[in-house]
């Protein structure tokens, strides 16, 4: 079982930044792959960005060059740093986590609202 707990969703002007983060109550060193989707009202969920089971980082094309996934070891947590926000970034945020122990597991943080004004 792995408990996600995100936090820094708000309201921000366009244009502004914020920092998402995702406490994970499992080592992330055992999680194949993490990341950040949303979900915006009427649409379907969507990956933002995400580390993948090799290491590597993913970015939606909607968000290369303006937001950056990140992790720190120490703290078992994930970072989505948002740059340049758009009000069509507006979104409930998740976190998402793959473990893969004989089977596949799949954990789903509660969501953080991130509401950008124009």
């Known amino acids: 079982q792995v408990q996600l707990v995100e936090s820094g969703g708000g309201l921000v002007q366009a244009g502004g930044s914020l920092r998402l983060s995702c406490a994970s109550s499992?080592?992330?060193?055992?999680?194949?792959?993490m990341g950040w989707y949303r979900q915006a009202p009427d649409k379907q969920r969507e990956l933002v960005a995400a580390f993948t089971s090799n290491g590597s980082t993913i970015h939606a094309d909607s968000v290369k060059g303006r937001f950056t996934i990140s992790r720190d070891y120490a703290k078992n947590t994930v970072y989505l740093q948002m740059n340049s926000l758009k009000p069509e970034d507006t979104a409930v945020y998740y976190c998402?986590?793959?473990?893969?122990?004989?089977?596949?597991?799949?954990?789903w943080g509660q969501g953080t609202q991130v509401t950008v004004s124009s």
């Open positions: 998402n986590a793959e473990v893969v122990v004989k089977h596949r597991y799949e954990y």
């Open positions: 499992r080592n992330i060193f055992t999680i194949n792959t």
